[in-house]
């Protein structure tokens, strides 16, 4: 995932849908959202997503998001969606309302964009943090025409330029707790803003079902089901191709980062797609869906047993990769050439394409996968966002 500026790539590399029948009543006003308008929740049942709600009133709509950042228990929040077209309730005087759909948004994290492309609403981004590090080639040219401002990101953040856009939603993410005095102060400024926890889901396929959670902003219930839909056929697809292979590589991640090896979880989205890869997580009996700091002489030892190494930052060529500690060339990865990693699609300003379309497709980062670990399946060697380091 990718945060602002890739600062949290670089640190540690979301409750069944409450469904409501769709009713038509009316607003104080006596004014009615029309069949259109209502219709946008009808797609919007969960299947995989544990870290957000949405529950349908009949003339608005209740998203709530739940313990929204690593190591939160018992925190939710409710944003209030009431359609542009109808006056809002009586009952929501002193709630979050957010008018829908909205047309001026700003992502405080890269990893947004690809359900804002997804969803084809890149129009409708105004600002970021860390333009440089986008990945998007239509949100690239729009960035390079001034369409598109860069807000900065942590104690940088330029409060003066967000008021100065109007956005009607800023799309924020939590790491910590400490969020919440960012989540005030934009709030003392009259501004809406929404956290997306994608990043906490446990499979690669509720963290692309959040695409539902930001169509529910943009009046997009029915696309952004369609879309997810498909890339779920097509991920169960490619899982089932693998599901009966009797040899399981087993598989390193990752690369230390300033002396702490951060570790995917066992139970993280990563591990998942390892596992639906018909491969085996080298940690997999951690019990953890955040990441988790092991020794580098753990990994020295633990390497021994992997057949594959993938996801190792940022490094292009073994030449580098051992650059960064001698030690690994003696990794039998390393001697194999079993050495593959997810930076294939990355921009000028190093944007990793992973990060940003990846997070809504994991359909390919499977097939990708499936490719690597098991050519004798799948001996076509075109990959999406990996390529073999060498």
Not at 326 to 341: E, H, L, M, T, Y
């Amino acid at each position: 995932m990718q945060f602002w500026s890739n600062t949290i790539m670089l640190k540690f590399f979301p409750i069944l849908i409450l469904f409501s029948i769709l009713g038509l009543s009316s607003c104080k006003s006596g004014k009615k959202a029309s069949p259109e308008k209502l219709k946008i929740s009808e797609n919007l049942k969960l299947r995989n997503a544990k870290g957000f709600t949405i529950t349908n009133f009949g003339n608005y709509r209740k998203v709530t998001v739940i313990n929204p950042w690593e190591q939160s228990g018992g925190i939710s929040f409710d944003y209030y969606l009431v359609d542009q077209s109808i006056e809002i309730p009586e009952e929501l005087k002193g709630k979050q309302v957010i008018r829908t759909p909205v047309t001026r948004v700003i992502c405080l994290s890269t990893s947004h964009v690809g359900f804002l492309s997804a969803l084809h609403e890149t129009s409708s981004l105004k600002a970021l943090s860390g333009t440089s590090f986008v990945s998007d080639p239509e949100v690239q040219k729009s960035i390079a025409k001034k369409e598109i401002a860069d807000v900065g990101y942590d104690q940088g953040i330029n409060y003066e330029l967000i008021l100065s856009l109007k956005p009607d939603l800023i799309i924020a993410y939590g790491v910590g707790g400490d969020v919440t005095g960012f989540l005030n102060k934009l709030h003392d400024l009259g501004l809406n803003v929404i956290l997306n926890g994608e990043y906490l889901e446990e499979t690669p396929l509720a963290k692309a079902e959040w695409i539902k959670f930001i169509g529910a902003f943009y009046n997009k219930g029915e696309e952004a089901g369609a879309y997810f839909s498909t890339v779920e056929k097509n991920y169960n697809s490619i899982a089932q191709t693998v599901g009966s292979v009797r040899k399981h590589p087993v598989v390193l991640t990752g690369l230390p980062y300033k002396d702490a090896w951060w570790m995917a979880g066992g139970h993280s989205n990563l591990a998942a797609l390892i596992h639906d890869a018909g491969a085996e997580f080298l940690w997999k009996d951690n019990s953890s869906r955040e990441a988790f700091v092991v020794s580098l002489e753990e990994v020295v030892i633990r390497s021994a047993k992997a057949d594959f190494w993938i996801n190792c930052g940022t490094v292009n060529t073994i030449e580098e990769l051992i650059s960064t500690d001698s030690r690994f060339s003696s990794f039998p990865q390393v001697q194999k050439k079993a050495i593959f990693n997810n930076n294939l699609r990355v921009g000028p300003g190093g944007g990793n394409d992973y990060w940003e379309r990846g997070v809504v497709r994991p359909d390919l980062i499977l097939a990708d996968l499936v490719r690597i670990f098991h050519p004798e399946i799948d001996t076509t060697q075109l990959f999406n966002f990996y390529k073999r380091v060498q």
